[in-house]
Structure formats: C-alpha cells, structure tokens
C-alpha cells in the first residue's frame, strides 16, 4: 500500500529557509508524478510544484525562484527546499502522488506545518 | 492564478442529492477534460473522489459522480449522509499551470 510521511516543517523566520521531505513506500516516486500542494490555515488547497516522472519540474508563480523541488530515487524521497520564506507562505504542506499524470493527485501525505513568524 | 469558483456551501438533509458546482474557463474545466473532485474532513488529508471529470477511483461510494457542461463541472452526492459532511474541491488542468483548484465548498448535513 502506497504511504507519504512529509518531514522537515517548523518555525521560521521570515526570510529563513526550509527543506521539507517526503518519503515514500509502496510505489516508486520515479515512475510517478510528484507534487506539493499547501493550505493555509483555514483556508483553500493551493498548488505549488511538480516534478514530472521524467525529472523536469514546475512551480506555482507565488513560490517560483524561490523554491525547489527535487527526488532522490535511491532513497524514494521527494523534497521541497523553501527560500526567501514569507508570512504568505504559512501553511501545511502536502506531499501528494499522481500515478495518472495531470488527471488526478490520487494518494496525499497528511502534511507538514510551515509558519513563518517572526 | 485564479482559483475556479464554486458556491462556499450547500446542504441538504438526510437521503436528499446536492450539486456543487465547479466554474472555470475554456483555458481550464471547458478545453479539458482532467476534471478531478476531493473531498477534506477537517484535519484529515483530501481524499479523491472523482477523476477525468465522471471517473470514480476504486473504492468510492457510487452516490458520488461528475459531470461537465461547458466551463463548468458538477459533483452529485445522492442519498446524502452524515459522513459526507466535508469540504469539497474541484481541480482542473489549466493551460497555464498543471493544477489549479477550485474555492472550496463546505458540505452540511441538516
């Protein structure tokens, strides 16, 4: 059975920088495609960037140049490196699988917790 | 980046059928047909209910289906039930960006 466990959330300052982690079991992130999708508190579920099975990668205009996405596939792992951090960018973040391309996010992580504060 | 717009909440009683409606543009739910409905539970993860704007993944209640007309896609949940009562989220394939999600509804159950 597929399993997401993100890692890596926490306080930061404005300005800071955070890598959060994904490992997953059950299915190869290699073969699928992989985003991060956040909410803020009390609010709606936002996009924020893939990595497509072929490697390539996409971001949300509110986090690009300012975020990263990547995977180590030895480690089954997918990760978000967070720059330049704004209040804005408090929220949980999901770890989410696509085994269908861009037609569904079909198996989600239960989240990691960014606040951004000073 | 704009999100689809969809009515903040609906009801219903017990046994009634509800539509929540999913309302983008002909760069988004009217070009494509990569319609996908989650539903939240609060504190819990989206879960996927609907894919390919009428596909249900294996293992969700077949009171739950979706269609689309035009630029605007639809969740039906028929036979209500006090389970169902959640957030709703309709996202899209847009031409711009390769997911875009809808507003969010909240689902109550008199």
């Known amino acids: 059975e597929a399993q997401l466990v993100e890692s890596g959330g926490g306080l930061i300052q404005p300005g800071g920088s955070l890598r959060l982690s994904c490992a997953a079991s059950g299915f190869p992130v290699s073969s699928n495609y992989m985003s991060w999708v956040r909410q803020a508190p009390g609010k709606g579920l936002e996009w924020v960037s893939l990595i497509y099975a072929s490697g390539n990668t996409d971001y949300a205009d509110s986090v690009k140049g300012r975020f990263t996405i990547s995977r180590d596939n030895s480690e089954n792992t997918l990760y978000l490196q967070m720059n330049g951090l704004r209040a804005e960018d408090t929220a949980l973040y999901y770890c989410?699988?696509?085994?269908?391309?861009?037609?569904?996010?079909?198996?989600w992580g239960q989240g990691a917790l960014v606040t951004v504060s000073s | 980046q704009s999100a689809l717009t969809q009515p903040a909440s609906v009801s219903g009683s017990p046994g009634q059928s509800i539509i929540i409606s999913c309302t983008g543009t002909s760069s988004d739910v009217g070009g494509y047909n990569y319609v996908s409905w989650y539903q939240q539970h609060p504190g819990k993860a989206p879960k996927l209910m609907i894919y390919?704007?009428?596909d249900r993944p294996s293992g969700v209640s077949d009171r739950f289906s979706g269609s689309k007309s035009g630029s605007t896609a639809s969740l039906t949940i028929s036979g209500l039930q006090a389970e169902d009562e959640a957030d709703y989220y309709c996202?899209?394939?847009?031409?711009?960006?390769?997911?875009?999600f809808g507003t969010g509804t909240k689902v109550t159950v008199l």
């Open positions: 390919d704007v009428t």
């Open positions: 996202s899209s394939y847009r031409s711009s960006s390769p997911y875009v």
């Open positions: 989410v699988r696509s085994s269908k391309g861009l037609r569904l996010l079909d198996y």
